[in-house]
T-cell receptor
Framework: AQSVTQPDIHITVSEGASLELRCNYS??????LFWYVQSPGQGLQLLLK??????LVQGIKGFEAEFKRSQSSFNLRKPSVHWSDAAEYFC?????????????FGSGTRLQVQP | KAGVTQTPRYLIKTRGQQVTLSCSPI?????VSWYQQTPGQGLQFLFE???????NKGNFPGRFSGRQFSNSRSEMNVSTLELGDSALYLC????????????FGPGTRLTVL
């Protein structure tokens, strides 16, 4: 069964500092990988996704993620964090089976940004 | 293009009642998936509908059901509500293929008293 692990429940960074959120997955083949962000009381907004090709993926709001097959990781990075980035971040993996579209989510990482 | 809409946004019910939640996907999207989000269990897949057919179902009891209409709008129903059903229920829509991105609505916050 597929699974996603986000080892950091809560991270605090200073505004302007760099950010890296960790994500490790377990899946039998090359998965589809996603990062979503959720602000309080809101739904999920897609930041970026990886299906194939270049392992460094650029997303919205200045975020990027790198797929490392050897480490089963898909870490999210941002060079300079803004106060508006405070939110909860979810890594998710999707199956390759065209008949199934269920996403498996990690438990999330809550990001706090200090002024 | 309008995003995924979910109604109602907030709902309060008592144990034993039933509830119906509605989701309107992005125009042109034919797949609708439902997820439950709770502090304890996180985000869990409920089911997915495509062309009015349930294509996939998560590990939830039969009290949770859904359907999709010909216009791709979807409803989910929870019967005999339990306290543990209190959650944010998220709907996501996508075009058709498994590679298509799922776009999420704002969710319906269900509180069971």
């Amino acid at each position: 069964a597929q699974s996603v692990t986000q080892p950091d429940i809560h991270i605090t960074v200073s505004e302007g500092a760099s950010l890296e959120l960790r994500c490790n997955y377990s899946y039998g083949a090359t998965p589809y990988l996603f990062w979503y962000v959720q602000s309080p009381g809101q739904g999920l907004q897609l930041l970026l996704k990886y299906f194939s090709g270049d392992t460094l993926v650029q997303g919205i709001k200045g975020f990027e993620a790198e797929f490392k097959r050897s480490q089963s990781s898909f870490n999210l990075r941002k060079p300079s964090v803004h106060w508006s980035d405070a939110a909860e971040y979810f890594c998710a993996v999707g199956p390759l089976d065209t008949g199934r579209r269920a996403l498996t989510f990690g438990s999330g990482t809550r990001l706090q940004v200090q002024p | 293009k309008a995003g995924v809409t979910q109604t109602p946004r907030y709902l309060i019910k008592t144990r034993g009642q039933q509830v119906t939640l509605s989701c309107s996907p992005i125009s042109g999207h034919r797949s609708v998936s439902w997820y439950q989000q709770t502090p304890g269990q996180g985000l869990q897949f409920l089911f997915e509908y495509f062309s009015e057919t349930q294509r996939n179902k998560g590990n939830f009891p039969g009290r949770f059901s859904g359907r999709q209409f010909s216009n791709s709008r979807s409803e989910m129903n929870v019967s005999t509500l339990e306290l543990g059903d209190s959650a944010l229920y998220l709907c996501a829509s996508s075009l058709a293929l498994s590679t298509d991105t799922q776009y999420f609505g704002p969710g319906t916050r269900l509180t069971v008293l």
